[in-house]
């Protein structure tokens, strides 16, 4: 977890390599529905593009029929899911009823305003058609107002790690990797 831009899609492709899971970015999935025009992606574009949460039904449909697959059997690292409390609840009970356990949570931390910066310079640089400065102070109040709340959820359940996301990257790979070890 943590607001965007603060690497989360990165982190998760090096952690995916050292541990040998899978990673599922809800993001990512989107954008192929996007992409693809499915009934889904014609939906999700509508929130996509301004920067706003796709429904909470949607990505529980998407992540509990993908983590059912195979490839998933041995684990899995989610990134950008979830992101409000009926998902991070819809999660536990999906994951339990297929026999999975979540083992950790990590947030990724680091200063706001560097975070804007970051995106702004990716947005020059990606097609991503959410990446416009509008666009992203949009997406990092969504997650303070929506998504940061789920921190005490999971520090509750005693699997919250915080993780310096300021850095190299392969120094913060190394400090998530210390943990999940
Ligand atoms: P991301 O690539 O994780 O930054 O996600 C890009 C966009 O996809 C977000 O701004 C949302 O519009 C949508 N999205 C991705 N994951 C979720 C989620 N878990 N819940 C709601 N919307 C999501």
Not at 72 to 98: E, V, W
């Amino acid at each position: 977890m943590g607001p965007p831009g603060v690497g989360k899609g990165t982190q998760a492709d090096c952690i995916k390599n050292e541990l040998m899971i899978v990673h599922l970015s809800t993001g990512e999935i989107l954008r192929a529905e996007v992409d693809a025009k499915s009934v889904i992606g014609i939906n999700a574009k509508l929130y996509m593009d301004f920067g706003r949460l796709v429904p909470d039904n949607i990505l529980i449909e998407i992540v509990t029929e993908r983590i059912s697959k195979s490839d998933c059997q041995n684990g899995y690292i989610l990134d950008g899911f979830p992101r409000t409390l009926p998902q991070a609840k819809g999660l536990d009970k999906m994951m339990h009823s297929i026999g999975h356990d979540l083992d950790c949570a990590i947030s990724l931390t680091a200063n706001k305003d560097e975070l804007l910066d970051r995106l702004i310079k990716r947005g020059e640089e990606s097609s991503r058609s959410d990446d416009t400065p509008d666009v992203i102070r949009n997406r990092q109040n969504i997650y303070w107002e929506q998504t940061a709340p789920l921190l005490d959820f999971y520090h509750d359940k005693g699997i919250l790690k915080e993780v310096d996301g300021l850095g190299e990257i392969p120094e913060i790979t190394k400090r998530i990797l210390d943990i999940l070890k």
